[in-house]
């Protein structure tokens, strides 16, 4: 690439985050948040390799269209490959955002050496950081992570990257009474452990009057004959989303970007988890209140449907943390503004 093309301002953010059915789209769509909030000040530039497929997807184009994002098209074979031709296109003068668990500490110093400032979005901190920022949205103090001396730590919810719609005016309607319930849940685009059906199963089982929205991915399975009262949405767009949870009596989750999606909302969560890198944010929710426990949802069917009831029976009474996502947002504005 020539990087003579990109001297002038405004200067590129090149945001980096892979995604395809089978790894979740998760990471993808936080990115395409941040871009969304740069878009005025930045050029930004995501680059994504989908292991599916030669190329992004259809829905990939269109949520980076959404955002103001273009993309970088870097049609480079396995990963290893990819990370050669990702390098190659950086710019002396870019600002790099690499958003993934797999960026060992060699990468980061190889990306350095080909860019002006490396921001690390991450929640895991099994490896050592160069970068020169990391950002988090759990709330996890610096001494948790190995960082070199230069790298600034940002953590907590207020380093959340929220899609447009999320951010817009509550409009939740008003209910005299939450009985029966309507229940919201999505366990992951993916769900290749099958706790969708199990949390169904249990919520039909115990709570046959409650009225259930699913949000799946395609390849979730589902036997809707199975559930009349659920119904499925899937290929949800984020205005969507946020439809389904302003509608909502409480949400049922893993602990993870969709509760934070959850609170911008002011719905009432209850949270579990069933992969490592949830773990955290899990405790420290439910040290702070956040949400109510639900433990591993890889737990029986028996000790679930017994934390589902109670969430349920307490939801009246249940507070919702408030947030002020707004001001986060003018925060990591100025953050990159000022890097």
């Not at 000040?41 to 955002?67: H, I, M, T, W």
């Not at 990702?86 to 110093?109: A, G, M, R, W």
Request: proline share 5%.
């Amino acid at each position: 690439m020539d990087c003579r093309l990109h001297v002038n301002y405004p200067p590129r953010v090149v945001l980096r985050a892979d995604a395809g059915r089978g790894i979740g789209f998760g990471h993808f769509i936080r990115t395409l948040a941040l871009a969304a909030y740069l878009r005025e000040d930045f050029d930004c530039v995501v680059a994504s390799r989908n292991p599916d497929r030669d190329g992004l997807s259809d829905y990939q184009l269109a949520e980076a269209d959404k955002a103001g994002a273009r993309i970088l098209d870097l049609h480079c074979g396995d990963r290893e490959d990819f990370d050669a031709c990702f390098l190659d296109s950086l710019c002396p003068e870019d600002i790099v955002v690499l958003d993934n668990y797999y960026y060992d500490t060699k990468y980061q110093d190889e990306v350095r050496l080909r860019c002006r400032r490396l921001v690390c979005i991450d929640d895991v901190h099994d490896r050592r950081f160069t970068a020169d920022a990391v950002l988090t949205f759990l709330p996890l103090g610096r001494e948790l992570f190995s960082l070199a001396p230069h790298t600034e730590f940002h953590s907590g919810i207020e380093w959340s990257f929220l899609r447009e719609p999320f951010l817009s005016p509550l409009c939740r309607r008003k209910r005299k009474s939450v009985e029966p319930p309507r229940i919201v849940t999505a366990l992951g685009g993916a769900d290749p452990f099958g706790l969708t059906g199990k949390v169904l199963d249990v919520l039909t089982g115990e709570i046959p009057d409650a009225a259930v929205d699913v949000i799946a991915g395609d390849t979730v399975e589902i036997k809707v004959e199975e559930f009349p009262s659920v119904t499925v949405h899937r290929r949800v767009s984020a205005e969507g989303v946020r439809d389904l949870l302003d509608n909502a009596d409480m949400g049922i989750f893993p602990a993870s970007t969709v509760c934070v999606e959850a609170f911008s909302r002011h719905l009432p969560v209850a949270a579990g988890y069933f992969v490592s890198n949830q773990e955290e944010f899990y405790a420290e929710g439910v040290k702070r209140g956040w949400f109510t426990p639900l433990d591993s949802l890889f737990d029986s069917r028996a000790r679930l449907a017994a934390r589902i009831r109670k969430a349920v029976e307490g939801l009246s009474e249940r507070n919702v943390p408030e947030f002020d996502f707004h001001e986060g947002r003018r925060m990591i504005i100025d953050f990159f503004r000022n890097l």
